[in-house]
Nanobody, 123 residues
């Protein structure tokens, strides 16, 4: 069973940066797209970013484009989300999602999910 474990969340002030990491225990990591989603209190889980199996193709939500960068290291089975210029509205639980056929914005396309890591941005 594939496990995704996120790390790197925390409490920061507006304008700061954080890097989230996601470790994938699966043996087919390099064959699948990966993504990040987030869920704020009382809201639905929203797409943040996705990356193809090779890393050549990426997708971003409009709200994070230009501030967040998704990347992956297939040799280490890791995917990252570099978050810069954080805003209070970025406060949410961030989830790593795995084993999608392509860099999808749709949560149903992902078969594996992590437990989430909390990111809190204070004003």
């Amino acid at each position: 069973q594939v496990q995704l474990v996120e790390s790197g969340g925390g409490v920061v002030q507006a304008g700061a940066s954080l890097r989230l990491s996601c470790a994938d225990s699966g043996r087919t990591f390099s064959s699948h797209a990966m993504g990040w989603f987030r869920q704020a209190p009382g809201k639905e889980r929203d797409f943040v970013a996705a990356i193809s199996w090779s890393g050549e193709s990426t997708e971003y939500a409009d709200s994070v484009k230009g501030r967040f960068t998704i990347s992956r290291d297939n040799a280490k089975n890791m995917v990252y989300l570099q978050m810069n210029s954080l805003k209070p509205e970025d406060t949410a639980v961030y989830y790593c999602a795995g084993r999608a056929p392509y860099a999808s914005r749709v949560s149903h396309d992902y078969r594996d999910w992590g437990q989430g890591t909390q990111v809190t941005v204070s004003s």
